[in-house]
């Protein structure tokens, strides 16, 4: 049986916690930043978690991480 391939996009947006969740960025913070509150774009800077619903794909994908 051949290795599995990591999708390399993936591999680059996400991270695991020590607990095993998955960790990413949040969207929205890259461009058009005038319009958006001070307070909005601070809380777009911390990062979130992988809701459980997208965590298996997500797995799929990254079988090595």
Excluded: C, E
Aim: overall charge positive; cysteine-free.
């Amino acid at each position: 049986m051949p290795k599995m391939k990591t999708n390399r996009g993936a591999a680059k947006r996400f991270k695991t916690t020590s607990t095993g969740k998955i960790k990413r960025n949040k969207a929205y913070s890259s461009h058009i930043l005038t319009k958006k509150s001070t307070k909005r774009k601070r809380n777009l800077r911390q990062s979130g978690l992988v809701d459980s619903t997208n965590a298996k794909a997500i797995k799929k994908i990254l079988p090595y991480m």
